[in-house]
Protein backbone atom coordinates (compact mmCIF):
# COMPACT_ATOMS: atom_id res chain seq x y z
CA UNK A 1 0.00 0.00 0.00
CA UNK A 2 1.72 2.96 -1.19
CA UNK A 3 1.67 6.46 0.65
CA UNK A 4 0.08 10.26 0.11
CA UNK A 5 2.68 11.19 -3.11
CA UNK A 6 3.22 14.93 -3.19
CA UNK A 7 5.36 16.77 -6.45
CA UNK A 8 7.29 18.57 -6.65
CA UNK A 9 8.85 18.48 -3.44
CA UNK A 10 10.52 21.90 -3.43
CA UNK A 11 9.48 24.64 -5.44
CA UNK A 12 11.28 27.78 -5.86
CA UNK A 13 9.79 30.64 -7.54
CA UNK A 14 9.91 34.03 -8.05
CA UNK A 15 7.42 36.38 -7.17
CA UNK A 16 3.87 37.12 -9.16
CA UNK A 17 4.40 33.33 -10.70
CA UNK A 18 1.89 30.96 -10.85
CA UNK A 19 2.40 27.35 -9.15
CA UNK A 20 0.84 24.18 -9.18
CA UNK A 21 1.29 21.18 -7.06
CA UNK A 22 -0.45 17.64 -6.96
CA UNK A 23 -1.18 15.43 -4.29
CA UNK A 24 -1.59 11.51 -5.33
CA UNK A 25 -3.75 9.92 -1.85
CA UNK A 26 -4.04 6.58 -0.61
CA UNK A 27 -6.18 4.95 -3.79
CA UNK A 28 -8.75 3.85 -1.69
CA UNK A 29 -9.14 7.39 0.31
CA UNK A 30 -12.48 9.13 -0.67
CA UNK A 31 -11.40 11.98 1.72
CA UNK A 32 -8.78 14.54 0.97
CA UNK A 33 -7.04 17.43 2.42
CA UNK A 34 -4.63 20.03 1.91
CA UNK A 35 -2.51 21.75 4.64
CA UNK A 36 0.03 24.86 5.11
CA UNK A 37 2.57 24.66 7.34
CA UNK A 38 5.13 27.33 8.24
CA UNK A 39 8.23 27.09 10.17
CA UNK A 40 7.46 26.17 13.71
CA UNK A 41 3.87 26.46 13.65
CA UNK A 42 1.34 23.20 13.31
CA UNK A 43 -0.27 22.56 9.71
CA UNK A 44 -3.83 24.83 9.41
CA UNK A 45 -6.28 23.69 7.71
CA UNK A 46 -7.06 24.87 3.60
CA UNK A 47 -9.52 22.83 1.97
CA UNK A 48 -10.92 19.28 2.03
CA UNK A 49 -12.78 17.12 -0.85
CA UNK A 50 -14.97 14.24 -0.76
CA UNK A 51 -14.16 12.49 -3.77
CA UNK A 52 -14.65 15.12 -6.26
CA UNK A 53 -16.45 17.84 -4.37
CA UNK A 54 -14.78 20.58 -2.61
CA UNK A 55 -16.79 20.61 0.96
CA UNK A 56 -15.18 23.66 2.70
CA UNK A 57 -12.38 26.04 1.99
CA UNK A 58 -10.72 27.88 4.62
CA UNK A 59 -10.56 31.53 4.96
CA UNK A 60 -6.82 31.26 4.92
CA UNK A 61 -7.30 30.42 0.91
CA UNK A 62 -7.75 33.51 -0.61
CA UNK A 63 -8.90 34.32 -4.33
CA UNK A 64 -5.31 33.30 -5.55
CA UNK A 65 -5.85 30.02 -4.21
CA UNK A 66 -7.75 27.11 -6.44
CA UNK A 67 -7.73 23.55 -5.87
CA UNK A 68 -8.98 20.41 -7.32
CA UNK A 69 -9.86 16.71 -7.70
CA UNK A 70 -10.95 15.79 -11.04
CA UNK A 71 -12.44 11.77 -10.91
CA UNK A 72 -11.90 12.27 -7.15
CA UNK A 73 -8.78 10.61 -7.49
CA UNK A 74 -5.61 13.18 -7.41
CA UNK A 75 -5.56 16.53 -6.31
CA UNK A 76 -4.10 19.94 -7.59
CA UNK A 77 -3.51 23.32 -6.00
CA UNK A 78 -2.99 26.30 -7.64
CA UNK A 79 -1.39 29.79 -6.52
CA UNK A 80 -1.86 32.51 -8.82
CA UNK A 81 0.41 35.65 -8.77
CA UNK A 82 2.62 34.07 -5.89
CA UNK A 83 3.79 36.52 -2.85
CA UNK A 84 6.17 35.94 -0.51
CA UNK A 85 3.87 35.59 2.45
CA UNK A 86 2.90 31.97 0.13
CA UNK A 87 6.76 30.92 1.32
CA UNK A 88 5.53 27.54 3.42
CA UNK A 89 5.41 23.63 3.05
CA UNK A 90 2.10 22.87 1.62
CA UNK A 91 0.78 19.19 2.98
CA UNK A 92 -1.67 16.92 1.79
CA UNK A 93 -3.31 14.07 3.67
CA UNK A 94 -6.16 11.51 2.95
CA UNK A 95 -8.58 9.54 4.79
CA UNK A 96 -10.50 6.73 4.13
CA UNK A 97 -13.69 7.68 5.97
CA UNK A 98 -15.01 11.00 8.25
CA UNK A 99 -13.09 11.21 11.81
CA UNK A 100 -10.89 8.33 10.58
CA UNK A 101 -6.62 9.42 10.69
CA UNK A 102 -5.07 11.21 8.44
CA UNK A 103 -2.04 10.02 6.27
CA UNK A 104 -0.14 12.63 5.22
CA UNK A 105 2.45 13.14 2.21
CA UNK A 106 5.81 14.43 2.28
CA UNK A 107 4.86 17.91 1.46
CA UNK A 108 5.67 20.21 -1.28
CA UNK A 109 8.05 23.31 0.14
CA UNK A 110 7.25 26.74 -1.99
CA UNK A 111 9.91 29.26 -1.84
CA UNK A 112 8.86 32.40 -3.20
CA UNK A 113 11.45 35.23 -3.78
CA UNK B 1 -13.66 28.49 19.24
CA UNK B 2 -11.88 25.47 18.78
CA UNK B 3 -8.25 25.35 20.13
CA UNK B 4 -5.48 23.19 21.01
CA UNK B 5 -2.38 24.44 22.96
CA UNK B 6 0.82 22.67 23.67
CA UNK B 7 2.53 25.14 26.19
CA UNK B 8 5.79 23.54 25.64
CA UNK B 9 7.84 24.48 22.99
CA UNK B 10 10.31 22.69 23.44
CA UNK B 11 11.61 19.61 26.12
CA UNK B 12 15.21 17.80 25.93
CA UNK B 13 15.73 14.89 27.84
CA UNK B 14 18.46 12.48 28.15
CA UNK B 15 18.21 9.19 26.65
CA UNK B 16 16.27 6.47 28.62
CA UNK B 17 14.19 9.30 30.88
CA UNK B 18 10.62 9.44 30.41
CA UNK B 19 8.89 12.51 28.66
CA UNK B 20 5.15 13.85 29.00
CA UNK B 21 4.25 16.22 26.41
CA UNK B 22 1.06 18.46 27.62
CA UNK B 23 -2.10 19.08 25.20
CA UNK B 24 -5.21 20.68 26.12
CA UNK B 25 -7.96 21.53 24.23
CA UNK B 26 -10.82 23.67 23.61
CA UNK B 27 -14.22 22.90 21.81
CA UNK B 28 -18.12 23.26 22.75
CA UNK B 29 -18.82 20.18 20.55
CA UNK B 30 -19.37 16.98 22.93
CA UNK B 31 -18.28 14.92 20.27
CA UNK B 32 -14.77 15.19 19.21
CA UNK B 33 -11.91 13.62 17.91
CA UNK B 34 -8.09 13.48 19.06
CA UNK B 35 -5.08 12.94 17.55
CA UNK B 36 -0.94 13.11 18.26
CA UNK B 37 1.58 13.14 15.07
CA UNK B 38 4.91 13.20 15.08
CA UNK B 39 6.65 15.03 12.79
CA UNK B 40 10.76 13.92 12.39
CA UNK B 41 13.23 15.77 10.72
CA UNK B 42 12.26 14.31 7.31
CA UNK B 43 9.48 16.60 7.66
CA UNK B 44 6.84 13.75 7.00
CA UNK B 45 3.79 13.46 9.80
CA UNK B 46 2.97 10.31 11.01
CA UNK B 47 -0.07 9.38 12.64
CA UNK B 48 0.02 7.45 16.32
CA UNK B 49 -2.87 7.64 17.93
CA UNK B 50 -6.73 8.86 17.39
CA UNK B 51 -9.27 9.11 20.90
CA UNK B 52 -12.94 9.78 20.44
CA UNK B 53 -14.56 11.71 23.33
CA UNK B 54 -16.34 8.89 24.60
CA UNK B 55 -13.90 6.66 24.98
CA UNK B 56 -11.44 8.17 28.22
CA UNK B 57 -9.35 4.81 28.83
CA UNK B 58 -5.62 5.74 28.66
CA UNK B 59 -4.12 3.79 26.20
CA UNK B 60 -0.56 2.09 26.13
CA UNK B 61 1.55 1.13 22.40
CA UNK B 62 4.88 -0.20 23.53
CA UNK B 63 6.63 2.77 25.01
CA UNK B 64 4.27 5.17 24.38
CA UNK B 65 1.00 6.08 26.44
CA UNK B 66 -1.39 8.95 26.67
CA UNK B 67 -4.04 9.98 29.17
CA UNK B 68 -7.13 11.08 28.05
CA UNK B 69 -9.10 13.46 30.64
CA UNK B 70 -12.05 14.81 29.78
CA UNK B 71 -12.50 16.96 33.15
CA UNK B 72 -9.35 18.73 32.37
CA UNK B 73 -9.82 19.34 29.24
CA UNK B 74 -5.96 17.53 28.55
CA UNK B 75 -4.57 14.67 26.05
CA UNK B 76 -0.92 14.33 27.47
CA UNK B 77 1.44 11.72 25.98
CA UNK B 78 4.36 9.75 27.46
CA UNK B 79 7.12 8.35 26.16
CA UNK B 80 9.14 5.72 28.52
CA UNK B 81 12.56 5.30 28.56
CA UNK B 82 12.92 7.52 25.57
CA UNK B 83 15.39 6.81 22.68
CA UNK B 84 17.56 9.57 20.26
CA UNK B 85 14.86 8.27 17.54
CA UNK B 86 12.01 9.89 19.33
CA UNK B 87 13.68 13.30 18.49
CA UNK B 88 10.76 14.82 16.91
CA UNK B 89 8.16 17.75 16.78
CA UNK B 90 4.89 16.22 18.31
CA UNK B 91 1.35 17.74 17.39
CA UNK B 92 -1.69 16.95 19.31
CA UNK B 93 -4.95 17.81 16.74
CA UNK B 94 -8.62 17.91 17.57
CA UNK B 95 -11.83 17.34 15.06
CA UNK B 96 -14.98 18.13 15.84
CA UNK B 97 -17.88 16.15 15.37
CA UNK B 98 -20.34 18.73 14.82
CA UNK B 99 -18.22 19.67 11.29
CA UNK B 100 -18.87 17.34 8.26
CA UNK B 101 -14.99 17.74 6.93
CA UNK B 102 -12.89 15.82 9.70
CA UNK B 103 -10.33 18.84 9.05
CA UNK B 104 -8.02 18.99 12.24
CA UNK B 105 -7.07 21.44 14.07
CA UNK B 106 -3.44 21.47 14.97
CA UNK B 107 -1.26 22.95 18.10
CA UNK B 108 1.84 24.21 17.41
CA UNK B 109 3.92 21.83 18.35
CA UNK B 110 6.34 20.55 21.21
CA UNK B 111 9.88 19.73 19.90
CA UNK B 112 11.55 17.31 21.55
CA UNK B 113 15.56 16.19 21.51
CA UNK B 114 16.25 13.61 23.21
CA UNK B 115 20.29 13.57 24.09
CA UNK B 116 22.50 9.93 23.94
Known amino acids: DTGVSQNPRHKITKRGQNVTFRCDPISEHNRLYWYRQTLGQGPEFLTY????????KSRLLSDRFSAERPKGSFSTLEIQRTEQGDSAMYLCASSSGLFYEQYFGPGTRLTVT | AQKVTQAQTEISVVEKEDVTLDCVYE???????LFWYKQPPSGELVFLIR??????QNEISGRYSWNFQKSTSSFNFTITASQVVDSAVYFC?????????????FGQGTTLQVKP
Open chain 2, 27 to 33: TRDTTYY
Open chain 2, 93 to 105: ALSNGSGNTGKLI
Open chain 2, 51 to 56: RNSFDE
Open chain 1, 49 to 56: FQNEAQLE
